[in-house]
């Protein structure tokens, strides 16, 4: 039973080299599958793809034209290797933490009514190209965050809640875990940290008043899904929604 990590990367070739280390770095705690969608790159993103890709057999690529992350999200979905059991999504610019799957993992096969797992993350301004990990001295804070990486999901689950709403230019991650967890899907959230989350200027989420406004609308949606169907009840994890300065 494979575990498909998606990654979904437009013109970040330093960075998605970083990503992917920190992928292969654990590809025996499971039979994991890579799945690198490129958005469309411009760059030479696409030459440092193939070159992976050349180098590591866990690692499969699709190319589409440029859509922005929920396009690619749902064209990794559309894309799930026919052995996929298990699915979590890793961004391009962020990096794995070390026993990651070796921790969460257990949970899942243990338990089979357990639809996911649900961690924490580390938001960062810089990572140790050679460690994979925050520098030493960087800003740094541990937080349960809104983020598709702290979830380590079933395929039956994704199969269950869909596609990504791709209304949603920002956010879509927001709407999505809201809609897995109106659902009542059976969940543990772990003290796991999943992963390295990287803080930078070029980042899409560094624009506050657009991914404010969307994720006023992910949560109007659940609000109006919720008001629609009285079955749907809102079971999730506490989430951090506040960084520090430092890293905001």
């Given at each position: 039973?494979?575990?498909?990590?998606?990654?979904?990367?437009?013109?970040?070739?330093?960075?998605?080299?970083l990503a992917?280390?920190?992928?292969?770095?654990?590809?025996?705690?499971?039979?994991?599958?890579?799945?690198?969608?490129?958005?469309?790159?411009t760059?030479?993103?696409?030459?440092?793809?193939?070159?992976?890709?050349?180098?590591?057999?866990?690692?499969?690529?699709?190319?589409?034209?440029?859509?922005?992350?929920?396009?690619?999200?749902?064209?990794?979905?559309?894309?799930?290797?026919?052995?996929?059991?298990f699915?979590?999504?890793?961004?391009?610019?962020?990096?794995?933490?070390?026993?990651?799957?070796?921790?969460?993992?257990?949970?899942?096969?243990?338990?089979?009514?357990?639809?996911?797992?649900?961690?924490?993350?580390?938001?960062?301004?810089?990572?140790?190209?050679?460690?994979?990990?925050?520098?030493?001295?960087?800003?740094?804070k541990?937080?349960?965050?809104?983020h598709?990486?702290?979830?380590?999901?079933?395929?039956?689950?994704?199969?269950?809640?869909?596609?990504?709403?791709?209304?949603?230019?920002?956010?879509?991650?927001?709407?999505y875990?809201?809609?897995?967890?109106?659902?009542?899907?059976?969940?543990?959230?772990?003290?796991?940290?999943?992963?390295?989350?990287?803080?930078?200027?070029?980042?899409?989420?560094?624009d506050?008043?657009?991914?404010?406004?969307?994720?006023?609308?992910?949560?109007m949606?659940?609000?109006?899904?919720?008001?629609?169907?009285?079955?749907?009840?809102?079971h999730?994890?506490?989430?951090?929604?506040?960084?520090?300065?430092?890293?905001?």
């Amino acid at each position: 039973m494979k575990t498909t990590v998606i990654v979904p990367v437009y013109n970040r070739p330093d960075s998605l080299v970083l990503a992917i280390r920190s992928l292969i770095r654990e590809r025996n705690a499971v039979d994991m599958d890579i799945l690198i969608v490129d958005d469309g790159s411009t760059d030479q993103t696409p030459d440092v793809i193939q070159s992976l890709a050349d180098s590591h057999p866990e690692i499969r690529a699709v190319r589409r034209d440029n859509g922005g992350v929920t396009k690619a999200r749902n064209t990794g979905l559309d894309n799930l290797h026919d052995e996929t059991a298990f699915v979590t999504f890793l961004d391009s610019d962020d990096t794995l933490a070390a026993d990651r799957f070796a921790t969460d993992m257990p949970i899942l096969q243990a338990q089979p009514d357990i639809a996911l797992t649900y961690g924490n993350m580390v938001a960062t301004t810089q990572i140790d190209p050679l460690t994979l990990r925050p520098v030493q001295g960087a800003a740094q804070k541990e937080i349960t965050g809104i983020h598709l990486s702290c979830a380590l999901m079933r395929r039956s689950l994704i199969t269950r809640i869909g596609r990504f709403d791709e209304t949603l230019i920002q956010a879509e991650d927001t709407d999505y875990l809201l809609r897995i967890f109106e659902t009542g899907t059976g969940f543990v959230q772990t003290s796991t940290i999943c992963h390295y989350y990287l803080r930078h200027d070029g980042g899409m989420t560094q624009d506050f008043d657009l991914g404010r406004k969307y994720f006023a609308r992910a949560v109007m949606k659940s609000l109006q899904r919720r008001k629609a169907d009285p079955t749907r009840k809102l079971h999730k994890p506490t989430f951090d929604l506040m960084l520090p300065p430092e890293l905001i």
